[in-house]
């Protein structure tokens, strides 16, 4: 019997899964939760066919997410947040 790191109704991964998976997303800070939310899903909401692939595309939403997340996380060698054109994002004080 395989032992699973993440063990959800129908996202199963084992533990060498689960750390590649850390190091490729590196940019989701929670990733077990969007696992659970995305596990969720597929239990409630998706169709037979989005299930039986779950695989692949937990795959492209991951890589979505991580995409999204290293967008709106950018920053520059002094760990300033900068926005797409590498200007510096600053908060206006009320």
């Known amino acids: 019997m395989k032992k699973y790191k993440f063990n959800g109704k129908v996202i199963k991964l ?3 899964d ?3 998976w850390e190091k490729a997303y590196k ?8 696992l659970f939310s995305r ?8 169709e ?3 299930k039986k692939r779950w695989y692949l595309s ?6 979505k997410l991580d995409a999204q997340f290293a967008k709106d ?3 520059d ?3 300033r947040k900068i926005d797409d054109t590498g200007k510096k994002v600053f908060r206006t004080l009320p």
């Open 14 to 16: 084992t533990e060498d």
């Open 73 to 75: 996380n950018k920053r």
């Open 77 to 79: 060698e002094m760990g």
């Open 48 to 50: 037979y066919a989005h």
């Open 58 to 63: 937990t795959v492209s939403f991951l890589a």
């Open 39 to 46: 596990d969720a899903w597929f239990d409630k909401e998706a």
């Open 27 to 34: 940019n989701i800070p929670n990733l077990q939760a969007h």
């Open 18 to 20: 689960y750390n590649r």
